[in-house]
């Protein structure tokens, strides 16, 4: 039952006191008629099919001084989903909860992405993402749509699963645009 009310989720049914403002930017990368679900589903496959067009000298550029390496984008990806569904499941079971926002940048730095393959991102990515299809899933629609403060910012749970996706869907196009690998 519960993977209907996901599938009734969609990005057009979300009101803009259910997440900050700076998430727009996120946002509008996704189609507002598509479902919850199926958009992390289908952002899922998208994003590993950049993944296999990687070869493993790709990991180590950076297109500026300065900018991350295209594996630590991969690994921000990783934990910015991490961290998302962690708030997820705590405004879930918590709704009015303050949750503090996080240091993306310190995160990537205190990353060990040197040590990494493509596979093994490969791996992490599907891994983590299909706990998220999974912990969603699990939600009633009363989960979905609780909220709590993320960062000082109201945030329902259902807006952050919207919202990993369309941030991964922003670092894909950063990933063509910047980056020039696909």
């Not at 993944?51 to 991350?68: F, I, N, Q, R, V």
């Not at 894909?172 to 980056?179: G, P, R, V």
């Amino acid at each position: 039952m519960p993977v209907e009310i996901l599938l009734n989720m969609i990005a057009n049914n979300l009101n803009s006191n259910e997440y900050d403002a700076y998430y727009n930017r996120y946002l509008k990368k996704i189609p507002g008629h598509v479902a919850l679900g199926i958009l992390l589903l289908e952002n899922k496959q998208e994003f590993l099919s950049f993944l296999e067009k990687l070869k493993p000298e790709d990991l180590t550029y950076s297109y500026a001084k300065g900018k991350w390496s295209v594996a630590e984008v991969i690994q921000h990806l990783i934990d910015v989903e991490r961290i998302f569904q962690y708030r997820s499941l705590t405004l879930a079971r918590d709704p009015g909860v303050e949750l503090p926002g996080f240091d993306h940048n310190a995160y990537v730095t205190a990353s060990s992405v040197k040590n990494r393959d493509i596979q093994s991102f490969k791996n992490e990515f599907i891994a983590v993402r299909d706990a998220g299809i999974g912990l969603y899933e699990s939600f009633s629609e009363e989960m979905l749509t609780s909220k709590g403060f993320v960062g000082g910012s109201a945030t329902s749970c259902r807006a952050l699963g919207f919202i990993v996706a369309g941030h991964t869907k922003h670092h894909i196009e950063l990933f063509k645009d910047n980056y020039q690998i696909i």
